[in-house]
Structure formats: C-alpha cells, structure tokens
Nanobody
Framework: QLQLVESGGGLVQPGESLRLSCAAS????????IGWFRQAPGKEREGVSC????????IYADSVKGRFRIFRDNAKKTVYLQMSSLKPEDTAVYYC??????????????????????WGQGTQVTVPS
C-alpha cells in the first residue's frame, strides 16, 4: 500500500525559500502522478502543483505560479516542491498525494481526496507576517 512521507517544512521569513520532499518508503514514484496540496487553519485543502510520471506535464495554482517549482528525482524516489519568494499566505500544512499513471497524464488539482491517495502526515510551512 502506497504511503507517502512529506518533509522539509519549517519557519521562514517572507521572501525566503524552502524545498519540500515527498517520498515513498515501499515503492518508487516513477509510475505515479504526484500532487502537492496545502491546508491552512480553517480552510479546505487546496491544490498547489502536480506533475505526471515523466515530468512533462506540470500545472501550478495561480497563487504560486512563478514562485514554486515541482520536479522529481527518480533515482532518489523523491518528488520535490521548491518554494521561493514565500509569503505569509503560503502558511499551511503541505501534503503530497499520488495517482498511479505510468503514461502521459494531464494531472488536475481538483478533488484531491477523490483522485489522489497515499497521503502522509504533512509538513508545516510557516511564513509570519
């Protein structure tokens, strides 16, 4: 059963950067679409970015375009979310989820709980105002 582990969160100042990691202990992520999502206190989970198995198809939420980048290192069995120019509104718990799809796949950030699986405990990102 796929189980993802998120890491790399922390407390940073506005304008600084963080790199989040999403890894699976039992399987490689080569055949999976990976999506990053976040949930702030009192808000619903929202999509941040997703990427297909080959890294060819990637999408970003409007709120993070130009600041965040999703990429994978299959040798390390890890998918990363590089976050730059962080803002207080980026404060949230960040989660990654997976869809098994070893073929070109136009991922979506809609309906995360219905489409993605393997959610971990998340990693907290805090950017104070």
């Amino acid at each position: 059963q796929l189980q993802l582990v998120e890491s790399g969160g922390g407390l940073v100042q506005p304008g600084e950067s963080l790199r989040l990691s999403c890894a699976a202990s039992e399987v490689t992520l080569d055949d999976y679409v990976i999506g990053w999502f976040r949930q702030a206190p009192g808000k619903e989970r929202e999509g941040v970015s997703c990427m297909d198995y080959a890294g060819r198809n990637r999408i970003y939420a409007d709120s993070v375009k130009g600041r965040f980048r999703i990429f994978r290192d299959n040798a390390k069995k890890t998918v990363y979310l590089q976050m730059s120019s962080l803002k207080p509104e980026d404060t949230a718990v960040y989660y990654c989820g997976a869809i098994w799809a070893p073929y070109p796949y136009y991922c979506t950030l809609d309906d995360p709980e219905g489409r993605y699986r393997g959610w971990g405990q998340g990693t907290q990102v805090t950017v104070p105002s």
